[in-house]
C-alpha cells in the first residue's frame, strides 16, 4: 500500500479547494447576472411608466392631440415637445432590444412589443415624419437593424391611426351622454 505524504495531502485539498471556490465564483456570477436583469427590467418599466406619466400633463397631452390632429399648425415649440417625447419612446424600445441581445429578454420580446406599441406612439403623420427624419441620420449597423423592426411594426400604420382613435373615443362619448348606444 502506498502511503500519500503530507505534502501530496495539502496539494489534493488545495485542489480540491479550487474547484469549490471557482463552482461558487460561477453560482455568484450567475446570481450577479440575475440581479443585473432584474434592476434592467425594473429601470426600463419605471422609464416607460415616466413617459406615460408625463403624457397626463395636460399640456404635452394637448401638443400630443394636435400632432395627431392638426400637425400643420404645431410651433416650433410644439414640435420640440413632440421630438422630445418621440426621442424617449425610441430610446425605451431600444434599451428593450438591447436587452434582448443582451439575453435579458426572451427572443422576440422587444419585437412583439414593437408590434404592438409603434402603430400606436407612431400613428400619426407627424410622428411618421418624425420617424423617417430620425431614421435617416442612423448609420450603425446595430441601430439600422433595430430601425428595420420598427419599420416593420410601421408598414401597415396609416399615418390617420391616433386622430381616429381620438375620434372614435369621442364619437362613442356623445352617443352615450345623448342617450344612443349603451
Known sequence: MKKIDVGQMLTLLANFGVIVGLLLLV?????AREFAKIEFLSSNRLAFQEIERDMMNPDIAAVWVKA???????????VRVMDAFLINIYNHWQQQWVLE?????????SQAVLMT????????TF????????KSTHDQPGTLEFDALIDKALADTDPSAN?????RIQQRVRERVSGGKE
Open 27 to 31: 453560482y455568484e456570477l450567475n446570481q
Open 117 to 124: 406599441d409603434v402603430p400606436f406612439y407612431f400613428g400619426s
Open 127 to 134: 410622428a411618421q415624419v418624425w420617424w423617417e427624419a430620425l
Open 163 to 167: 386622430r381616429q382613435y381620438i375620434e
Open 68 to 78: 395627431a390632429v392638426d400637425p400643420d399648425s404645431m410651433s416650433n415649440s410644439e
Open 101 to 109: 441581445q443582451e439575453g435579458f429578454l426572451k427572443s422576440g420580446e
